[in-house]
C-alpha cells in the first residue's frame, strides 16, 4: 500500500502479487505500481473538479449576452479549463498503460523465472 497526500486529499494505492508468484516479484515494482494507481486516484479527482469548472462556465456563459465584455473572459478560462481537463485524461491513460505494461512484463518474466527454477529442480 502506497499513500500520497496533496491539497486535495490522502489517496491509497495497492498491488498485489499471487502466492505463487511472491518470491520472484521485488517489492519496489509492487510499490512502483501501488503508487501509479494512486496517483489515478488523484488524478480523477481533479478531473471531477475540472468537469464540474466546466459545467460551471458554460451554464454562466449561457446567462450572459452575446456582446457582453465579460464573455470573452468566460471563454478564455472555459478553453483553459478544457485543455487541464485534456492534459489529465492524457496523463491517467498514460499511467493505465504504464501499469498493464509493468504488471504485463512482469509476468513475462516471472513466467521466465519459474520455468527456470523447474528446469534446475529436474536437473
Avoid: W
Wanted: hydrophobic content about 35%; proline content about 2%; charged content about 30%.
Amino acid at each position: 500500500v502506497v499513500i500520497i497526500q496533496t491539497p486535495n486529499g490522502t489517496f491509497k494505492g495497492k498491488a498485489r502479487a499471487c502466492p505463487e508468484d511472491k518470491k520472484y516479484l521485488s517489492s519496489y515494482a509492487g510499490c512502483k505500481i501501488a503508487e501509479m494507481r494512486a496517483e489515478i486516484k488523484c488524478l480523477k479527482l481533479q478531473k471531477k473538479i475540472l468537469k464540474s469548472q466546466i459545467d460551471v462556465l458554460n451554464q454562466l456563459l449561457c446567462s450572459i449576452s452575446f456582446k457582453s465584455t465579460e464573455r470573452t473572459s468566460i471563454l478564455f478560462k472555459m478553453q483553459k479549463v478544457k485543455t487541464e481537463y485534456d492534459n489529465i485524461i492524457t496523463q491517467i491513460k498514460e499511467l493505465e498503460k504504464s501499469i498493464t505494461d509493468a504488471i504485463t512484463s512482469r509476468d513475462h518474466i516471472i513466467t521466465k523465472l519459474y520455468k527456470r527454477s523447474e528446469t534446475n529442480k529436474n536437473k
